[in-house]
């Protein structure tokens, strides 16, 4: 027979009793993982362990040893890493051709905090070679770049003949990030949404071939993510006083995309939305969008770069979807 379960007594401190276990002695561990409960009655949470990217798809099919142990994996997470490595060899396929022809490419990675812009930027690049692509991810402005033209230090980072460039936010940021937390003043961000769709017009008549993404997130995803990023020692470097304050301020930040869309969506340089509340699925339609668009040699059938419509929209179904529910922004995707 099981021995009796003597309890301890009560801990004075609070925070004690939120952690209190009982003891378990001469039960087996399945009936005492039971009984491991907090003062609620719920199981305490576990810290997740995550399988690195690629793993599981890597070792599929490898034989059963004894140094091996097997683990299980959601089908849609196997599923994701064998389409992804598809998709990185295609951005191989493209990388040469982008070289081989003497291609510009600028693509544009925007949207709210925590939507997803740097994990798709990493899938992206993890295989392409560094000496043809570049990732420009741009601190506040100095002193001396205060004074230039506002476009003046984003320019310099243009890509010569046969390279790509991706910006982790740009020029955009006076569009939404810095009228919003008074970085700038209301002139100076109207003058920029008039100037910017004539350098974009620049831009792309020039030669260089120009993507503009809106990561979009809903305001209860952007939360778990922030609590994520608070409690895992890993992405600590990705929080910081101004995205802690993205949820107090989602109303002004949906005022200032619908504005930003509207005077900057042009047939020569339109937005395109990734819905990013599941952020495999946006990497993945993101980088079929950009397989699509270059016509490069031995490339995929088209019918395998097709992109899901729930997750990829345009910027004028995004408008048209602002304007009838800017009033309404709890039905607003972020």
Same mark, same amino acid.
């Given at each position: 027979?099981?021995?009796?379960?003597?309890?301890?007594?009560?801990? +004075?401190?609070?925070?004690?009793?939120?952690?209190?276990?009982?003891?378990?002695?001469?039960?087996?561990?399945? =009936?005492?993982?039971?009984?491991?409960?907090?003062?609620?009655?719920?199981?305490?949470?576990?810290?997740?362990?995550? $399988?690195?990217?690629?793993?599981? !798809?890597?070792?599929?099919?490898?034989?059963?040893?004894?140094?091996?142990?097997?683990?299980?994996?959601?089908?849609?997470?196997?599923?994701?890493?064998? &389409?992804?490595?598809?998709?990185?060899?295609?951005?191989?396929?493209?990388?040469?051709?982008?070289?081989? =022809?003497? $291609?510009?490419?600028?693509? /544009?990675?925007?949207?709210?905090?925590?939507?997803?812009?740097?994990?798709?930027?990493? *899938?992206?690049?993890?295989?392409?070679?560094?000496?043809?692509?570049? %990732?420009?991810?741009?601190?506040?402005?100095?002193?001396?770049?205060?004074?230039?033209?506002?476009?003046?230090?984003?320019?310099?980072?243009?890509?010569?003949?046969?390279?790509? /460039?991706?910006?982790?936010?740009?020029?955009?940021?006076?569009?939404?990030? =810095?009228?919003?937390?008074?970085?700038?003043?209301?002139?100076?961000?109207?003058?920029?949404?008039?100037? %910017?769709?004539?350098?974009?017009?620049?831009?792309?008549?020039?030669?260089?071939?120009?993507?503009?993404?809106? !990561?979009? %997130?809903? +305001? &209860? &995803?952007?939360?778990?993510?922030?609590?994520?990023?608070?409690?895992?020692?890993?992405?600590?470097?990705?929080?910081?006083? /101004?995205?802690?304050?993205?949820?107090?301020?989602?109303?002004?930040? @949906?005022?200032? #995309?619908?504005?930003?869309?509207?005077? @900057?969506? *042009?047939? $020569?340089?339109?937005? @395109?939305?990734?819905?990013?509340?599941?952020?495999?699925?946006?990497?993945?339609?993101?980088? #079929?969008?950009?397989?699509?668009?270059?016509?490069?040699?031995?490339?995929?059938?088209?019918?395998?770069? +097709? @992109?899901?419509?729930?997750?990829? %929209?345009?910027?004028?179904e995004e408008i048209r979807f602002l304007e009838k529910h800017? $009033?309404?922004?709890?039905?607003?995707?972020?």
């Amino acid at each position: 027979m099981a021995k009796e379960i003597k309890k301890k007594p009560e801990p +004075k401190d609070p925070k004690a009793q939120e952690s209190k276990q009982i003891s378990a002695k001469g039960k087996g561990a399945s =009936e005492a993982k039971k009984e491991i409960k907090t003062k609620d009655g719920k199981k305490p949470k576990k810290p997740k362990k995550k $399988l690195s990217e690629h793993t599981a !798809f890597k070792n599929k099919d490898k034989p059963k040893k004894k140094s091996r142990k097997a683990v299980w994996v959601k089908k849609f997470t196997l599923d994701y890493e064998q &389409e992804l490595h598809k998709l990185q060899i295609e951005l191989l396929k493209m990388q040469k051709h982008v070289k081989n =022809e003497g $291609l510009r490419i600028i693509a /544009v990675f925007e949207g709210r905090d925590a939507a997803g812009k740097g994990g798709t930027i990493k *899938r992206i690049t993890e295989h392409l070679n560094p000496r043809g692509t570049r %990732v420009v991810a741009l601190l506040s402005p100095n002193d001396k770049e205060r004074t230039q033209w506002y476009f003046q230090r984003y320019i310099q980072h243009f890509p010569g003949a046969g390279e790509i /460039v991706l910006f982790d936010r740009s020029w955009y940021n006076r569009a939404m990030v =810095e009228p919003v937390m008074g970085f700038c003043s209301d002139e100076q961000n109207k003058r920029f949404l008039k100037d %910017v769709p004539f350098l974009e017009e620049m831009i792309v008549k020039d030669g260089i071939i120009l993507f503009k993404f809106f !990561f979009s %997130v809903s +305001k &209860e &995803e952007q939360l778990r993510r922030f609590d994520s990023r608070e409690t895992d020692p890993l992405k600590h470097f990705k929080i910081s006083p /101004v995205d802690r304050m993205a949820q107090d301020l989602w109303d002004d930040y @949906t005022v200032r #995309k619908f504005q930003m869309l509207n005077e @900057t969506n *042009r047939t $020569l340089a339109p937005w @395109t939305i990734i819905r990013s509340d599941n952020k495999k699925l946006a990497r993945l339609n993101c980088i #079929k969008y950009i397989l699509s668009k270059i016509k490069y040699e031995d490339r995929i059938p088209k019918k395998e770069l +097709k @992109t899901d419509p729930d997750i990829l %929209v345009s910027g004028i179904e995004e408008i048209r979807f602002l304007e009838k529910h800017l $009033l309404k922004p709890t039905e607003l995707p972020g």
